[in-house]
């Protein structure tokens, strides 16, 4: 993997259309106090420019589906989050010109593939890609901030999604039967873009030990919310209607698809 | 070297950057569209044609000619926000045919034409554009530019706050959604709860610091923050969306992106 350098090597510039420009007004006037305005502005910007990048790579987006594009979404959370259909969301944080860090709000831990950095200057000024960051992983001791000297560079995110889009499509097809360990598609996205980083930035011997942790950990946090008024009610095991694999057979499933993982990709593996 | 027929001539631009382009550009059109290689060599492009000032056009100067200076920035990004799908979506097209700029001796000239040629249209097209919107406004306008027709313009729909109705429907909860979720050995706390307070926060103190609110919860209950958290996005946030949704059907506010 990429150790941390400048990014001034490899930022791309991803001028908007004036309809981009229109948008992201439009959110910000909508009976926002003016600093949220801004707020609702310079993220729409920077997800509008992260859409337009990802076009030229023909990645498909999704901005009907992304919260900024919800007016009470916006509203309540600080996001600028965007849809990849399939795959999970990333998301798109704006950067001013004069600054050294951007801030990654709690709203933005969650389920994200990881973290687009967008500088976004004046209303002259056209919006600047400076690269790509890791999500929040570890919520009890989250990362609030990130410098620009910690991002890594757009290639990163392109070998990510290569692995992502892998991990998916393994599943979908010759590890079908893993399928039932998640308890909805949002589980299984957020699983496998966990998967999708450990095998991009961990040695390969670590990959079965580390993933098999985060089936357990996210396993765990099904047991800390109950559906119903009543402190009793049994906590279902699964929202999923097929039937979870045992134990012992789950882990045999894993360690077969981190096996095919590192016939595919354990060469590119660094640190 | 001939240098690119409609582009400013930087004095870098030497028979050597045209080959390194050249180089790029064949390596990236023999990988796998779609590939990682496919996709960073399209970036190391782009970074390099950004490097260059690339594109330019003398149709740029036709921007010269509008009023406000940040009209013609906004044209100007627009042009080259559209050059650039354009360009990209098209690249390896271009380098296979044998087009109109046959003066060109090598295929990373060609493609740096091709660009500039596009950009300068779709500047000419945008200032076209412009100028007839600027003839219908005054069509439509008197001589102290108020509009003519006035009674024919819809008048604007006042829509409700919308943290108010958010604050109204979470208290209503009519189908008890809201009230029926909460954490596990805490059965004081339910979506509504956590709702309610980060709503009424925003509505008292006109800011919306959402981590704030779950961290001041959290505090009150004893309970870490990162579970409150989940328990909102896994609980709340589906309910808020949907609120969300309700409201963007009725009267969408940003439009088709597309």
Known sequence: MSTYQSTSDWSIEVPLSQTAWQI???FAQEQSPPPKATQIRQNALAVLAVRDYLTWHQIETDLTASDIWNPAVRLIENTADLVLPGLGRVECRPIAAGEET???PMESWGDR???????????????RLLGFAPPVLDWDNPKTELHRTELLSLDQFHELMARRQWIKRAIDDTFRDLQPLFSSPEEREAIETEWSWIVLTKKSSQWRRLGTEVLEQHSDEQDNVLLGNEANTPIPATLNQSTPPD?????????????ALSDEFSDDSES | VTSPPSADSPSEMNEQWYEELEQLIQTACAALKGSVKHRILIDAIVRKLQAQRIPRSKNESRLQRLPLHQLRQELRQDALSTTWIHFLANLCEATTKNTESSYCSQTGEHVVARLCDYFGHRVFD????????QQNRDQRTDRDGNL????????????????????KQVEEDTDDKLKSVCLKNKPEITAQVLLRQMLQTAKETNKFKF??????IANEHNIKPA??????YDHCKPLITQLGNTRSNSANPGGNPE
């Open chain 2, 227 to 232: 579970r409150l958290s989940r328990f909102y």
């Open chain 1, 102 to 104: 951007c801030e990654l």
């Open chain 2, 211 to 216: 981590g704030d609110v779950i961290q001041s």
């Open chain 1, 24 to 26: 992201a007004q439009q």
């Open chain 1, 113 to 127: 593939i990881g973290y687009f950095i967008v500088e976004i200057g004046t209303d002259e000024d056209i919006p």
């Open chain 2, 148 to 167: 003519r027709d006035i009674n024919n313009l819809p008048s604007p729909v006042k829509k409700p706050d919308l943290l108010d109705d958010l604050i």
């Open chain 1, 247 to 259: 134990t012992a057979d789950w882990q045999n499933l894993v360690r077969d698809l981190f096996d």
């Open chain 2, 126 to 133: 945008l200032v076209t554009a412009w100028g007839i919107e």
